[in-house]
Protein backbone atom coordinates (compact mmCIF):
# COMPACT_ATOMS: atom_id res chain seq x y z
CA UNK A 1 0.00 0.00 0.00
CA UNK A 2 1.33 3.83 -0.58
CA UNK A 3 0.48 7.12 0.74
CA UNK A 4 0.20 10.06 -0.07
CA UNK A 5 0.59 13.48 1.28
CA UNK A 6 -0.73 16.79 -0.22
CA UNK A 7 0.65 20.05 0.68
CA UNK A 8 -1.46 23.12 0.67
CA UNK A 9 -2.33 24.57 -2.50
CA UNK A 10 -0.64 27.70 -4.38
CA UNK A 11 -2.07 31.07 -5.21
CA UNK A 12 -4.82 30.81 -7.75
CA UNK A 13 -3.89 32.80 -10.48
CA UNK A 14 -3.51 33.14 -14.15
CA UNK A 15 -0.20 32.17 -15.89
CA UNK A 16 0.15 34.82 -18.65
CA UNK A 17 -2.20 37.69 -19.19
CA UNK A 18 -3.90 36.25 -21.90
CA UNK A 19 -4.74 32.92 -20.09
CA UNK A 20 -6.94 31.05 -17.53
CA UNK A 21 -6.39 30.52 -14.11
CA UNK A 22 -5.25 27.45 -12.21
CA UNK A 23 -4.20 26.00 -9.12
CA UNK A 24 -0.85 24.20 -8.64
CA UNK A 25 -0.60 21.31 -5.42
CA UNK A 26 2.36 19.20 -4.73
CA UNK A 27 2.34 14.98 -3.98
CA UNK A 28 4.82 13.27 -1.72
CA UNK A 29 5.19 10.25 -4.13
CA UNK A 30 6.22 7.06 -2.10
CA UNK A 31 5.94 5.65 -5.05
CA UNK A 32 8.20 7.41 -7.04
CA UNK A 33 10.09 8.77 -3.81
CA UNK A 34 9.92 12.17 -5.03
CA UNK A 35 7.35 15.49 -5.01
CA UNK A 36 5.65 15.92 -7.62
CA UNK A 37 3.66 19.08 -9.08
CA UNK A 38 0.35 19.19 -10.25
CA UNK A 39 -1.46 21.94 -11.91
CA UNK A 40 -5.57 21.99 -12.12
CA UNK A 41 -7.82 23.78 -14.59
CA UNK A 42 -11.15 24.08 -13.43
CA UNK A 43 -13.45 24.89 -16.12
CA UNK A 44 -16.15 27.76 -15.68
CA UNK A 45 -18.81 26.82 -13.45
CA UNK A 46 -16.82 24.75 -11.21
CA UNK A 47 -16.29 26.66 -8.35
CA UNK A 48 -19.67 28.36 -7.97
CA UNK A 49 -21.79 25.17 -8.81
CA UNK A 50 -22.27 21.55 -7.03
CA UNK A 51 -21.72 19.24 -10.11
CA UNK A 52 -19.43 16.44 -10.64
CA UNK A 53 -16.97 17.29 -14.12
CA UNK A 54 -14.90 14.42 -16.62
CA UNK A 55 -11.43 14.75 -16.60
CA UNK A 56 -8.30 15.22 -18.56
CA UNK A 57 -5.25 13.71 -17.14
CA UNK A 58 -1.90 15.56 -19.20
CA UNK A 59 1.66 14.23 -19.46
CA UNK A 60 3.92 16.88 -20.06
CA UNK A 61 2.08 19.23 -17.66
CA UNK A 62 4.23 21.91 -16.19
CA UNK A 63 4.04 25.51 -16.76
CA UNK A 64 6.95 25.59 -18.41
CA UNK A 65 5.92 22.91 -20.59
CA UNK A 66 2.30 21.77 -22.25
CA UNK A 67 -0.14 22.73 -19.55
CA UNK A 68 -1.02 26.71 -20.37
CA UNK A 69 -1.85 26.01 -24.32
CA UNK A 70 -3.66 22.50 -23.18
CA UNK A 71 -5.97 24.56 -20.34
CA UNK A 72 -6.50 27.28 -22.58
CA UNK A 73 -7.63 25.37 -25.84
CA UNK A 74 -10.09 23.47 -22.98
CA UNK A 75 -11.32 26.43 -21.71
CA UNK A 76 -12.08 27.68 -25.35
CA UNK A 77 -13.51 24.27 -26.54
CA UNK A 78 -15.76 24.63 -23.18
CA UNK A 79 -16.81 28.28 -23.80
CA UNK A 80 -17.65 27.47 -27.52
CA UNK A 81 -19.86 24.32 -26.66
CA UNK A 82 -17.80 22.01 -28.45
CA UNK A 83 -17.07 19.51 -25.37
CA UNK A 84 -18.43 19.49 -21.97
CA UNK A 85 -16.64 21.04 -19.00
CA UNK A 86 -13.48 18.93 -17.90
CA UNK A 87 -10.89 19.43 -15.07
CA UNK A 88 -7.35 19.19 -16.86
CA UNK A 89 -4.87 17.55 -14.52
CA UNK A 90 -1.21 18.71 -15.79
CA UNK A 91 1.65 15.96 -14.13
CA UNK A 92 5.05 18.10 -14.28
CA UNK A 93 8.09 16.30 -15.24
CA UNK A 94 11.03 15.48 -13.07
CA UNK A 95 13.03 12.68 -15.07
CA UNK A 96 10.74 12.95 -18.17
CA UNK A 97 12.44 9.79 -20.69
CA UNK A 98 12.39 7.70 -17.40
CA UNK A 99 8.62 8.31 -16.44
CA UNK A 100 7.44 8.03 -19.81
CA UNK A 101 9.12 4.90 -21.30
CA UNK A 102 9.26 1.40 -20.69
CA UNK A 103 11.83 -1.10 -20.35
CA UNK A 104 14.52 -1.32 -23.58
CA UNK A 105 16.74 -4.03 -24.84
CA UNK A 106 18.38 -1.51 -27.31
CA UNK A 107 21.20 -0.36 -26.50
CA UNK A 108 20.92 3.33 -27.71
CA UNK A 109 18.34 3.83 -26.07
CA UNK A 110 19.05 4.10 -23.05
CA UNK A 111 21.83 6.86 -23.84
CA UNK A 112 18.50 9.44 -23.73
CA UNK A 113 18.97 9.75 -20.16
CA UNK A 114 20.15 8.52 -16.82
CA UNK A 115 17.60 6.57 -16.12
CA UNK A 116 15.17 5.18 -18.75
CA UNK A 117 11.82 2.27 -18.50
CA UNK A 118 10.18 3.52 -15.28
CA UNK A 119 6.27 3.78 -16.89
CA UNK A 120 4.96 0.69 -14.65
CA UNK A 121 6.43 3.01 -11.58
CA UNK A 122 5.00 6.37 -12.75
CA UNK A 123 1.71 4.43 -14.11
CA UNK A 124 1.37 3.04 -10.23
CA UNK A 125 1.77 6.61 -9.07
CA UNK A 126 -1.35 8.00 -11.30
CA UNK A 127 -3.12 5.06 -10.69
CA UNK A 128 -2.83 4.64 -6.86
CA UNK A 129 -1.51 8.51 -5.75
CA UNK A 130 -2.42 10.73 -8.30
CA UNK A 131 -6.09 9.74 -9.57
CA UNK A 132 -7.83 9.26 -5.58
CA UNK A 133 -6.19 12.32 -4.81
CA UNK A 134 -7.29 14.14 -6.97
CA UNK A 135 -11.49 12.21 -6.65
CA UNK A 136 -10.66 13.20 -2.84
CA UNK A 137 -9.90 17.18 -3.79
CA UNK A 138 -11.97 17.89 -6.52
CA UNK A 139 -15.70 16.68 -7.81
CA UNK A 140 -15.02 14.17 -10.60
CA UNK A 141 -16.75 11.44 -12.47
CA UNK A 142 -15.09 8.15 -13.58
CA UNK A 143 -15.12 9.80 -17.14
CA UNK A 144 -11.16 10.00 -17.49
CA UNK A 145 -9.25 10.85 -20.67
CA UNK A 146 -5.26 10.57 -20.74
CA UNK A 147 -3.36 13.21 -23.39
CA UNK A 148 0.23 12.92 -24.52
CA UNK A 149 2.75 13.56 -27.36
CA UNK A 150 5.87 12.33 -28.46
CA UNK A 151 7.21 10.05 -25.98
CA UNK A 152 4.22 10.78 -23.49
CA UNK A 153 2.10 9.62 -26.66
CA UNK A 154 3.93 6.46 -26.44
CA UNK A 155 3.54 5.94 -22.36
CA UNK A 156 -0.48 6.91 -23.83
CA UNK A 157 -0.17 3.99 -25.78
CA UNK A 158 1.26 1.63 -23.46
CA UNK A 159 -1.11 2.04 -21.03
CA UNK A 160 -4.19 1.77 -23.53
CA UNK A 161 -2.57 -1.86 -24.35
CA UNK A 162 -1.62 -2.53 -20.44
CA UNK A 163 -4.05 -1.45 -18.77
CA UNK A 164 -6.98 -0.21 -20.76
CA UNK A 165 -9.17 0.05 -18.01
CA UNK A 166 -7.28 3.11 -16.00
CA UNK A 167 -8.91 5.85 -18.51
CA UNK A 168 -11.79 6.00 -20.69
CA UNK A 169 -10.11 8.69 -23.41
CA UNK A 170 -6.98 7.82 -25.24
CA UNK A 171 -5.26 10.49 -27.00
CA UNK A 172 -1.77 9.94 -28.33
CA UNK A 173 0.03 12.47 -30.81
CA UNK A 174 3.05 11.60 -32.79
CA UNK A 175 3.87 8.46 -29.93
CA UNK A 176 7.55 7.62 -30.00
CA UNK A 177 6.16 3.53 -30.95
CA UNK A 178 9.93 3.44 -32.08
CA UNK A 179 11.00 2.74 -28.38
CA UNK A 180 12.79 -0.82 -27.63
CA UNK A 181 12.52 -1.40 -31.42
CA UNK A 182 8.81 -0.68 -31.66
CA UNK A 183 7.94 -3.25 -29.16
CA UNK A 184 4.53 -1.69 -28.57
CA UNK A 185 3.57 -2.56 -31.71
CA UNK A 186 4.71 -5.71 -32.18
CA UNK A 187 3.52 -6.73 -29.28
CA UNK A 188 0.41 -5.03 -29.21
CA UNK A 189 -1.94 -7.39 -31.12
CA UNK A 190 -1.31 -10.14 -28.06
CA UNK A 191 -3.19 -6.91 -25.78
CA UNK A 192 -6.64 -6.52 -27.85
CA UNK A 193 -8.44 -9.24 -26.22
CA UNK A 194 -8.09 -6.88 -22.88
CA UNK A 195 -9.51 -4.20 -25.20
CA UNK A 196 -12.81 -5.88 -25.57
CA UNK A 197 -15.04 -4.69 -22.53
CA UNK A 198 -16.09 -1.22 -21.53
CA UNK A 199 -16.08 1.11 -24.07
CA UNK A 200 -13.27 3.76 -24.54
CA UNK A 201 -11.64 6.00 -27.26
CA UNK A 202 -8.49 6.32 -29.04
CA UNK A 203 -7.15 9.12 -31.15
CA UNK A 204 -4.11 8.09 -32.65
CA UNK A 205 -1.94 10.87 -34.92
CA UNK A 206 1.20 11.15 -36.45
CA UNK A 207 3.20 13.68 -38.39
CA UNK A 208 5.97 14.01 -41.16
CA UNK A 209 8.25 11.28 -38.91
CA UNK A 210 8.71 7.89 -40.83
CA UNK A 211 10.12 5.96 -37.80
CA UNK A 212 6.83 7.23 -35.77
CA UNK A 213 4.68 7.24 -38.93
CA UNK A 214 5.25 3.63 -39.72
CA UNK A 215 4.37 2.52 -36.47
CA UNK A 216 1.58 4.17 -35.68
CA UNK A 217 -0.21 3.28 -39.20
CA UNK A 218 0.66 0.11 -38.43
CA UNK A 219 -0.75 0.04 -34.91
CA UNK A 220 -3.75 1.60 -36.01
CA UNK A 221 -4.71 -1.07 -38.89
CA UNK A 222 -3.76 -3.80 -36.41
CA UNK A 223 -7.09 -1.96 -34.42
CA UNK A 224 -9.36 -1.86 -37.20
CA UNK A 225 -8.28 -5.49 -38.69
CA UNK A 226 -9.46 -6.77 -35.01
CA UNK A 227 -11.90 -4.32 -34.29
CA UNK A 228 -12.14 -4.77 -30.28
CA UNK A 229 -15.39 -4.30 -29.32
CA UNK A 230 -16.32 -1.13 -27.67
CA UNK A 231 -13.11 0.61 -28.54
CA UNK A 232 -13.70 3.86 -31.05
CA UNK A 233 -10.62 4.60 -32.80
CA UNK A 234 -9.66 8.20 -34.83
CA UNK A 235 -6.58 7.82 -36.75
CA UNK A 236 -5.19 10.57 -38.10
CA UNK A 237 -2.12 10.80 -40.01
CA UNK A 238 -0.63 14.17 -41.08
CA UNK A 239 2.26 14.16 -42.91
CA UNK A 240 1.83 18.10 -43.56
CA UNK A 241 2.50 18.66 -39.87
CA UNK A 242 5.82 18.38 -37.85
CA UNK A 243 6.68 16.92 -34.60
CA UNK A 244 6.86 20.39 -33.13
CA UNK A 245 3.80 20.98 -34.49
CA UNK A 246 1.06 18.41 -34.33
CA UNK A 247 0.42 18.40 -30.83
CA UNK A 248 -0.89 22.62 -31.46
CA UNK A 249 -2.24 22.04 -34.77
CA UNK A 250 -4.52 18.84 -33.69
CA UNK A 251 -5.11 19.58 -30.08
CA UNK A 252 -8.68 20.98 -30.69
CA UNK A 253 -10.10 18.48 -32.85
CA UNK A 254 -8.76 15.43 -30.81
CA UNK A 255 -10.29 17.00 -27.46
CA UNK A 256 -13.30 17.63 -29.50
CA UNK A 257 -12.95 14.25 -31.17
CA UNK A 258 -12.15 12.26 -27.62
CA UNK A 259 -14.31 14.30 -24.64
CA UNK A 260 -17.38 15.36 -27.20
CA UNK A 261 -17.35 11.45 -28.15
CA UNK A 262 -20.42 10.11 -26.80
CA UNK A 263 -18.80 6.91 -26.29
CA UNK A 264 -16.58 8.94 -23.92
CA UNK A 265 -19.75 9.78 -22.29
CA UNK A 266 -21.57 6.99 -22.08
CA UNK A 267 -21.97 4.87 -18.58
Known amino acids: MSYVIVTALTTRGAYTADSVAHETLTIQSMVLGETRTINVYMPPGYVSGTGAFSVLYMLDGGMAEDFPHVAMTIDSLIRLKR ?104 TAESHVSSLRGPQRVLYLAAANEPQIAEGTAELAALLKVTQPAGLVLFYVPRPDLAHDTIFRTLAPSAFTRVLGESVFDHD
Open 83 to 186: IPPVLVIGIENTERRRDLTGPTTVAKDSTIAPRVGGSAAFRDFIRDELIPEVKRRYRTTDRTAIVGESLAGLFVVETLLQEPGLFRGYIALSPSLWWNDGASVR
